[in-house]
């Protein structure tokens, strides 16, 4: 004969427990969520991380044999607007287009740059073993430059940022929201702003800054 403690759980003991254990369950899969949602936003984070990354350390390749009296930027409005006021005391004042190719003026974030860069690939001292680099930002075919996410993809004005050394342009970056240059003596600032969609459907955006120095003349 069965005593008293050796029957087990009664039914009603055992939904009491069930019910004592439904937070915890619930808890448990709530934190399973969030860690699955910080895992993601992690990985959407460092695709972006490494393309700063990547495109930094190309900047600062490029820039290392750059020759700054060869610095030329795009012209943005205000570049134009200030042309047009000079052109009114002097009548030979060139008035640019905006991205037209201009010598670096006051310091104003432009979205291009080029220069000329002593060649690694020539040896000895030739005026001429310099080859002519630029960097550019181009918005993406579906875009245009108004402040709108044209194409329903999450990013507004979006575009690439291409290099070109020689006849293709190379692909640098990719999702890039901006792309900014600007010169101060010799210390070259870029600004890039990347986003990017992560695999939880939010949009992620980060803006990173770096100056770089310019040595040759
Ligand atoms: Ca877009
Ligand atoms: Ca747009």
Redesign the pocket.
């Given at each position: 004969m069965k005593t008293k403690n050796q029957q087990g759980f009664s039914l009603v003991e055992l939904v009491i427990a069930m019910t004592a254990m439904v937070p915890l369950i619930m808890a448990a899969f709530g934190t399973y969520g969030v860690a699955m949602g910080t895992i993601k936003v992690n990985q959407t984070e460092s695709d972006v991380l490494r393309t700063f990354q990547y495109t930094f350390d190309e900047i600062r390749r490029l820039s290392r044999s750059a020759f700054l009296s060869t610095m030329r930027t795009r012209a943005n409005a205000s570049d134009v607007a200030a042309a047009e006021a000079a052109k009114l005391l002097d009548p030979l004042v060139i008035v640019p287009a905006i991205g037209d190719w201009i010598s670096v003026g006051l310091p104003t974030d432009r979205p291009g740059f080029r220069f000329f860069a002593a060649s690694g690939f020539l040896t000895g001292s030739s005026a001429d073993a310099t080859e002519l680099r630029t960097l550019d930002f181009v918005l993406d075919s579906s875009?245009?430059?108004?402040?709108?996410?044209?194409d329903g993809d999450g990013l507004?004005?979006e575009g690439q940022i291409l290099l070109n050394y020689g006849v293709t342009p190379v692909i640098v970056a990719t999702h890039v929201e901006g792309f900014f240059f600007s010169l101060v003596g010799r210390v070259m600032t870029i600004k890039i702003q990347i986003a990017r969609r992560g695999a939880d459907g939010r949009m992620y955006r980060k803006g990173m800054k770096q100056d770089f120095f310019i040595r040759n003349n």
């Amino acid at each position: 004969m069965k005593t008293k403690n050796q029957q087990g759980f009664s039914l009603v003991e055992l939904v009491i427990a069930m019910t004592a254990m439904v937070p915890l369950i619930m808890a448990a899969f709530g934190t399973y969520g969030v860690a699955m949602g910080t895992i993601k936003v992690n990985q959407t984070e460092s695709d972006v991380l490494r393309t700063f990354q990547y495109t930094f350390d190309e900047i600062r390749r490029l820039s290392r044999s750059a020759f700054l009296s060869t610095m030329r930027t795009r012209a943005n409005a205000s570049d134009v607007a200030a042309a047009e006021a000079a052109k009114l005391l002097d009548p030979l004042v060139i008035v640019p287009a905006i991205g037209d190719w201009i010598s670096v003026g006051l310091p104003t974030d432009r979205p291009g740059f080029r220069f000329f860069a002593a060649s690694g690939f020539l040896t000895g001292s030739s005026a001429d073993a310099t080859e002519l680099r630029t960097l550019d930002f181009v918005l993406d075919s579906s875009e245009t430059d108004n402040g709108v996410d044209d194409d329903g993809d999450g990013l507004i004005d979006e575009g690439q940022i291409l290099l070109n050394y020689g006849v293709t342009p190379v692909i640098v970056a990719t999702h890039v929201e901006g792309f900014f240059f600007s010169l101060v003596g010799r210390v070259m600032t870029i600004k890039i702003q990347i986003a990017r969609r992560g695999a939880d459907g939010r949009m992620y955006r980060k803006g990173m800054k770096q100056d770089f120095f310019i040595r040759n003349n």
